[in-house]
C-alpha cells in the first residue's frame, strides 16, 4: 500500500507535465498560425486577361495566349503604358505589394516601371509637383509680381534650388491645406539671393496672372508617378517582378482619392514590347 501511495504523486506530476506540454503546443501553433497569417495579405486587386472586357488600357494593348498562367495575357507593344482600368484606395496603416508576371516579347533584356498613378475621385491624375516634401516652408511675396514678369522677389532666407525641374506654387499655405496645389509657375532658371528688396527668383516663362505682394509661395519639384520598383528584367522567361512592401502613409495621400495600377518600360527601351499577366496588389496589417 506504501508503495502504492508513492507512485501516485509521480503520476500527478506527469499528468500535469503531459498537460502543460500541450498548452505550450497549443500556444506555439496558434502563434504560427497568426504569422502566417500575417506573411499573407488581402488581394485587392488582381488582373490577368481573362475578363470578357479588357480590364487595361493602354494604345494598341490586346490579349494573347502566351500566358504565364490561365489561357489568357496582356500584350503591351511598344511605347505603351499599361494602365488598369480598375483602382483602390489607400489605408495610411496599411502595407502594400503590387507585383505582375512579365516577359520581353524579344530574347532581350528590357527596363521595366512599377508604379502608381495617384488619383481624385473623378480619375485626375494628381502630378508629383501639386505636392511638397515640406508643406510648411512658405516664404512671402515683398511686393506685387504682375502678369508677364518672368521673375517674382520674395522676403530673403528662402532655401531654394535654382532648377528647372523645380517651380514655385501660389498662394500656398503653412498648414498643406492648399495641396494639390496647380497654381503653379514654370521652372527655376536662377535665385539672386539677399537684393535691397529680397531674394529674385527668375523663371523660364513668364505669369499667366496678377499675385499681390504678401502672396505666399512654396518650392515644388517636378516628378512622374509613385514609383514602387523600377530595373531589368531578364529575357527569356516570366519573371514575377515584385514592388517593395511599403506602407499607406508613406504614398501621396493630399486630395487622394485612390490610385491606378501602371506598367511601362523605360525610355531608352520602348522600342520593345511586354507580356503581362496576373498583376496584383496584396494589403497587408503589417
Given at each position: 500500500?506504501?508503495?502504492?501511495?508513492?507512485?501516485?504523486?509521480?503520476?500527478?506530476?506527469?499528468?500535469?507535465?503531459?498537460?502543460?506540454?500541450?498548452?505550450?503546443?497549443?500556444?506555439?501553433?496558434?502563434?504560427?498560425?497568426?504569422?502566417?497569417?500575417?506573411?499573407?495579405?488581402?488581394?485587392?486587386?488582381?488582373?490577368?486577361?481573362?475578363?470578357?472586357?479588357?480590364?487595361?488600357?493602354?494604345?494598341?494593348?490586346?490579349?494573347?495566349?502566351?500566358?504565364?498562367?490561365?489561357?489568357?495575357?496582356?500584350?503591351?507593344?511598344?511605347?505603351?503604358?499599361?494602365?488598369?482600368?480598375?483602382?483602390?484606395?489607400?489605408?495610411?496603416?496599411?502595407?502594400?505589394?503590387?507585383?505582375?508576371?512579365?516577359?520581353?516579347?524579344?530574347?532581350?533584356?528590357?527596363?521595366?516601371?512599377?508604379?502608381?498613378?495617384?488619383?481624385?475621385?473623378?480619375?485626375?491624375?494628381?502630378?508629383?509637383?501639386?505636392?511638397?516634401?515640406?508643406?510648411?516652408?512658405?516664404?512671402?511675396?515683398?511686393?506685387?509680381?504682375?502678369?508677364?514678369?518672368?521673375?517674382?522677389?520674395?522676403?530673403?532666407?528662402?532655401?531654394?534650388?535654382?532648377?528647372?525641374?523645380?517651380?514655385?506654387?501660389?498662394?500656398a499655405k503653412a498648414d498643406g491645406s492648399d495641396l494639390p496645389n496647380r497654381e503653379l509657375s514654370s521652372g527655376i532658371v536662377s535665385i539672386k539671393r539677399n537684393t535691397p528688396e529680397g531674394d529674385v527668383i527668375t523663371f523660364s516663362k513668364a505669369l499667366k496672372k496678377d499675385y499681390p505682394a504678401g502672396t505666399l509661395v512654396r518650392e515644388h519639384s517636378l516628378g512622374g508617378y509613385h514609383y514602387l520598383k523600377k530595373g531589368v528584367i531578364a529575357?527569356?522567361?516570366?519573371?514575377?517582378?515584385?514592388?517593395?512592401?511599403?506602407?499607406?502613409?508613406?504614398?501621396?495621400?493630399?486630395?487622394?482619392?485612390?490610385?491606378?495600377?501602371?506598367?511601362?518600360?523605360?525610355?531608352?527601351?520602348?522600342?520593345?514590347?511586354?507580356?503581362?499577366?496576373?498583376?496584383?496588389?496584396?494589403?497587408?496589417?503589417?
Open positions: 500500500m506504501a508503495q502504492v501511495m508513492r507512485v501516485l504523486p509521480s503520476n500527478k506530476v506527469t499528468n500535469k507535465k503531459e498537460r502543460f506540454g500541450g498548452v505550450v503546443r497549443k500556444v506555439f501553433l496558434i502563434q504560427l498560425l497568426l504569422a502566417c497569417c500575417c506573411t499573407y495579405g488581402a488581394e485587392l486587386m488582381h488582373f490577368g486577361a481573362e475578363a470578357k472586357k479588357l480590364d487595361v488600357s493602354g494604345s494598341g494593348i490586346t490579349v494573347t495566349e502566351n500566358a504565364f498562367s490561365g489561357k489568357k495575357a496582356y500584350y503591351c507593344p511598344r511605347r505603351v503604358e499599361l494602365r488598369t482600368n480598375g483602382s483602390f484606395k489607400i489605408n495610411p496603416d496599411a502595407y502594400y505589394i503590387i507585383s505582375a508576371w512579365v516577359k520581353t516579347v524579344d530574347p532581350v533584356p528590357g527596363h521595366m516601371y512599377l508604379g502608381l498613378i495617384p488619383c481624385t475621385s473623378d480619375k485626375k491624375y494628381i502630378a508629383h509637383q501639386y505636392y511638397s516634401d515640406n508643406y510648411a516652408a512658405v516664404a512671402e511675396l515683398a511686393k506685387p509680381a504682375a502678369k508677364g514678369d518672368e521673375s517674382i522677389t520674395v522676403k530673403s532666407g528662402v532655401k531654394w534650388k535654382a532648377s528647372r525641374f523645380n517651380v514655385v506654387a501660389f498662394n529575357p527569356g522567361s516570366w519573371v514575377r517582378w515584385e514592388s517593395p512592401k511599403v506602407k499607406g502613409s508613406s504614398i501621396r495621400k493630399a486630395d487622394m482619392a485612390q490610385v491606378i495600377l501602371v506598367i511601362n518600360l523605360a525610355d531608352e527601351y520602348k522600342e520593345r514590347g511586354l507580356f503581362v499577366d496576373d498583376i496584383k496588389v496584396e494589403e497587408f496589417a503589417e
